[in-house]
C-alpha cells in the first residue's frame, strides 16, 4: 500500500488542521492506521491510531482530548483532525499502515511527512 499524507502548514496556537492520508494499492480496510509525529532531537513520537473498521481508536496522553482520529473506506483515506494546537504539537507528522492489531503499535509501511507548524 502507498501512502500519501497532506494538510500540514502553518497555525497559530490554539488553532486548528486536519491532516490527510490517502492510501492506494491494496485494500484500504485491511490496515490499522496510524499517526506519528517527528521533531528533530526526539525520537518518533506516536499520536493516534485506529483500527481496520474504524471502530476502535487510540490516542497519546499528550492529544487526548484535543486530536481526533478517523477513516472513510470509500475514499481510502485517514484523517487527523488536530484542534486546540500548541507549539508542542510542532512536528513532521506520518501516516502509516499494518496488519497488526491496533493496540500493537507496529508499521509495515509509512507515508512521507507533512510539516506542522504552531507559532506561539
Known amino acids: 500500500v502507498q501512502l500519501q499524507a497532506s494538510g500540514g502548514g502553518l497555525v497559530q496556537a490554539g488553532g486548528s488542521l486536519r491532516l490527510s492520508c490517502a492510501a492506494s494499492?491494496?485494500?484500504?480496510?485491511?490496515?490499522?492506521m496510524g499517526w506519528f509525529r517527528h521533531t528533530p532531537g526526539k525520537e518518533r513520537e506516536f499520536v493516534a491510531a485506529?483500527?481496520?473498521?474504524?471502530?476502535?481508536?487510540s490516542y497519546a496522553d499528550s492529544v487526548k482530548g484535543r486530536f481526533t482520529i478517523s477513516r472513510v473506506a470509500a475514499r481510502n483515506t485517514m484523517y487527523l483532525q488536530m484542534d486546540t494546537l500548541n507549539p508542542d504539537d510542532t512536528a513532521v507528522y506520518f501516516c502509516?499502515?499494518?496488519?497488526?492489531?491496533?493496540?500493537?503499535?507496529?508499521?509495515?509501511?509509512w507515508g512521507q511527512g507533512t510539516l506542522v507548524t504552531v507559532s506561539s
Open positions: 502509516a499502515a499494518g496488519v497488526y492489531s491496533l493496540g500493537s503499535r507496529r508499521y509495515d509501511y
Open positions: 485506529i483500527s481496520r473498521g474504524g471502530d476502535s481508536t
Open positions: 494499492g491494496r485494500t484500504f480496510v485491511s490496515y490499522t
